[in-house]
């Protein structure tokens, strides 16, 4: 759904004027460009990014139909971190990604080092570089963002809120 379409806003308060206790989720397109403000005017139930896993969409419907908003922890990403990281990372060196990575899974410096046959000079070096090419502050802003990547490949997990 393309959000920016003012008759896509106002679907839900007209599906709503039919059937107020209908419970409405919508299943947004994650190229859309959506801001808070463009969700509120959704006043939806449920929220899903377009692509979902079949146990997501069962986890949002069955929240929904219990009276529960439910927000699919994706969405929450694209609202909270900035969409230009996906963009730089592709600026990374081989080496910088590789550490990125490890960082993603948990490792620390010492144990990257050791894996990596580097010093640890050296790991917080490519760290470094790696923060300030996407814009990132901490290991866990950059785990989130790793993260956030491997969900456009298909893999990560859902949150109900």
């Given at each position: 759904m393309?959000?920016?379409d003012w008759q896509t806003a106002s679907l839900s308060f007209?599906?709503?004027?039919?059937?107020s206790a209908l419970g409405?989720?919508?299943i947004l397109q994650p190229k859309s460009g959506f801001d808070v403000e463009d969700i509120r005017e959704l006043d939806a139930d449920g929220l899903l990014l377009d692509g979902v896993?079949?146990?997501c969409l069962v986890e949002c419907v069955t929240a929904v139909a219990a009276g529960r908003k439910w927000v699919d922890h994706k969405i929450l990403q694209h609202l909270l971190m900035p969409s230009a990281p996906h963009h730089a990372a592709r600026t990374l060196t081989g080496r910088e990604a590789e550490v990125a990575s490890l960082v993603a899974r948990g490792l620390r410096n010492k144990s990257i080092a050791t894996q990596l046959h580097v010093s640890e000079g050296t790991v917080k070096m490519h760290l470094h570089h790696v923060y300030?090419?996407?814009h990132?502050?901490?290991?866990?802003e950059l785990a989130w963002t790793l993260?956030?990547?491997a969900d456009h490949l298909g893999t990560g997990h859902k949150s109900g809120l």
């Open positions: 393309d959000i920016a007209r599906l709503r004027a039919c059937n409405i989720i919508f896993s079949h146990r300030e090419k996407l990132l502050g901490s290991r866990a993260g956030e990547a």
